[in-house]
Nanobody
Framework: QVHVVESGETLVQAGGSLKLSCTAS????????LGWYRQAPGKEREFVAD????????GYKDSVKGRFTISLDDAENTGYLQMDNLKIEDTGAYYC????????WGQGTQVTVSL
């Protein structure tokens, strides 16, 4: 079965950058779609970004446009979310999802942005 492996917990200061990764481990098929949702404690889960195979479609939450860049490396079977100019409001648990015949979810990566 496919196992979603995400990069680990990260603390970063506002204005800084980090890159999240999400790998489809054990897959014999290419990733059709990959992306992230995030959720802060006590708040609703919200869409962040996603990308389809061949980058045919790319979508971003309005508040991260121009700061976040999502990409998909077919050879590594891994997606990346480059996050620049991070804001305190970006703090939350980031959950990677990917679609390979069905949807799979990662266990989440805690991203904490502080002053």
């Amino acid at each position: 079965q496919v196992h979603v492996v995400e990069s680990g917990e990260t603390l970063v200061q506002a204005g800084g950058s980090l890159k999240l990764s999400c790998t489809a481990s054990g897959s014999n098929s290419p990733i059709e779609t990959l992306g992230w949702y995030r959720q802060a404690p006590g708040k609703e889960r919200e869409f962040v970004a996603d990308i389809t195979k061949g980058a045919e479609f790319i979508g971003y939450k309005d508040s991260v446009k121009g700061r976040f860049t999502i990409s998909l490396d077919d050879a590594e079977n891994t997606g990346y979310l480059q996050m620049d100019n991070l804001k305190i409001e970006d703090t939350g648990a980031y959950y990677c999802f990917l679609f390979i015949n069905r949807t799979y979810w990662g266990q989440g990566t805690q991203v904490t942005v502080s002053l």
